[in-house]
């Protein structure tokens, strides 16, 4: 079992900057694929990032490419999503996951879910 727990979600200008945390419960951690997903209200949950068990392959959605950055330490069970030149279409609530491949991750059928952090951005 995983369990996954988001924060560093909240308010900021439109151009700023937030690093989203997503720890991770268990010894296993650095066995999983993880990965960011986020659901704006009215709208399909959607694929942000994803990043390998080692941390050595990253993939992201196009919308966020060259803005967003995932990184992950193991020795701290930590994800990260650093997110800089934000957006007001980046507004949602924003999920980490966890699963034993990066395919998997990046699909959307992940293992395990935290239950989100929101993030607001204003014009």
């Known amino acids: 079992q995983v369990q996954l727990v988001e924060s560093g979600g909240g308010l900021v200008q439109a151009g700023g900057s937030l690093r989203l945390s997503c720890a991770a419960s268990?010894?296993?951690?650095?066995?999983?694929?993880m990965g960011w997903f986020r659901q704006a209200p009215g709208k399909e949950r959607e694929f942000v990032a994803a990043?390998?068990?080692?941390?050595?392959?990253?993939h992201y959605a196009d919308s966020v490419k060259g803005r967003f950055t995932i990184s992950r330490d193991n020795a701290k069970n930590t994800v990260y999503l650093q997110m800089n030149s934000l957006k007001p279409e980046d507004t949602a609530v924003y999920y980490c996951?966890?699963?034993?491949?990066?395919?998997?991750?990046?699909?959307?059928?992940?293992?395990?879910w935290g239950k989100g952090t929101l993030v607001t951005v204003s014009s």
């Open positions: 268990g010894r296993t951690f650095s066995s999983y694929a």
């Open positions: 990043i390998s068990w080692s941390g050595g392959i990253t």
């Open positions: 996951a966890a699963a034993t491949t990066l395919r998997t991750v990046v699909t959307g059928l992940g293992d395990y």
